[in-house]
T-cell receptor
Framework: AQSVTQLGSHVSVSEGALVLLRCNYS??????LFWYVQYPNQGLQLLLK??????LVKGINGFEAEFKKSETSFHLTKPSAHMSDAAEYFC?????????????FGAGTRLAVHP | EAQVTQNPRYLITVTGKKLTVTCSQN?????MSWYRQDPGLGLRQIYY???????DKGDVPEGYKVSRKEKRNFPLILESPSPNQTSLYFC??????????????FGPGTRLTVL
């Protein structure tokens, strides 16, 4: 069964520093992987996704993620954090269950950005 | 503006008092879904609907009911709420429910407290 593990429930960085949010997946089939962002008091918003092809995926707001099959990872990065990046980030994998594909979410990582 | 709306946004109630959380989307989407978000557990699917009059259980359906009488609305019903249903609830929709190709749009969330 597909599953997602996000390492670190809370990550704190300084403004301008590298952001690295870790996600490892478990899947018996080639995975489809997603990152969602949840800003305070808002619903989730798709940041980026990997389906097939290029393993480095670029998303909105300067974020990118790299699919590494050998490491079963899909870590999210951003070269320089901005205060507005403070949010909760969810990694997800698409899983086939009950006759259709659905999203399985990780527990989330809350990113804090301090001046 | 394309959106998913939920009402109420905040609700405090007592054990056993029936309540309904409404969800509506204006994007003509076939697929709608309810999730609950709990700390350390991420988002878990409660129920989903592939189209009108078709609903099915997600991963945590116990204690919840749904209905899909019209395409745009997908209310979540708690017949006899209990404290373990205290959570943050999200409604989501997408065109056909295939996460690889169809982006899911999330509502702003409903924070429910059951005393």
């Amino acid at each position: 069964a597909q599953s997602v593990t996000q390492l670190g429930s809370h990550v704190s960085v300084s403004e301008g520093a590298l952001v690295l949010l870790r996600c490892n997946y478990s899947s018996s089939v080639p995975p489809y992987l997603f990152w969602y962002v949840q800003y305070p008091n808002q619903g989730l918003q798709l940041l980026l996704k990997y389906t097939t092809g290029a393993t480095l995926v670029k998303g909105i707001n300067g974020f990118e993620a790299e699919f590494k099959k050998s490491e079963t990872s899909f870590h999210l990065t951003k070269p320089s954090a901005h205060m507005s990046d403070a949010a909760e980030y969810f990694c997800a994998v698409s899983a086939f269950s009950g006759g259709y594909n659905k999203l399985i979410f990780g527990a989330g990582t809350r990113l804090a950005v301090h001046p | 503006e394309a959106q998913v709306t939920q009402n109420p946004r905040y609700l405090i109630t007592v054990t056993g008092k029936k309540l309904t959380v409404t969800c509506s989307q204006n994007m003509n989407h076939e697929y709608m879904s309810w999730y609950r978000q709990d700390p350390g557990l991420g988002l878990r699917q409660i129920y989903y609907s592939m189209n009108v009059e078709v609903t099915d259980k997600g991963d945590v359906p116990e204690g919840y009911k749904v209905s899909r009488k019209e395409k745009r609305n997908f209310p979540l019903i708690l017949e006899s709420p209990s404290p373990n249903q205290t959570s943050l609830y999200f409604c989501a929709s997408s065109i056909y429910g295939e996460p690889v190709t169809d982006e899911q749009f999330f509502g702003p969330g409903t924070r429910l407290t059951v005393l």
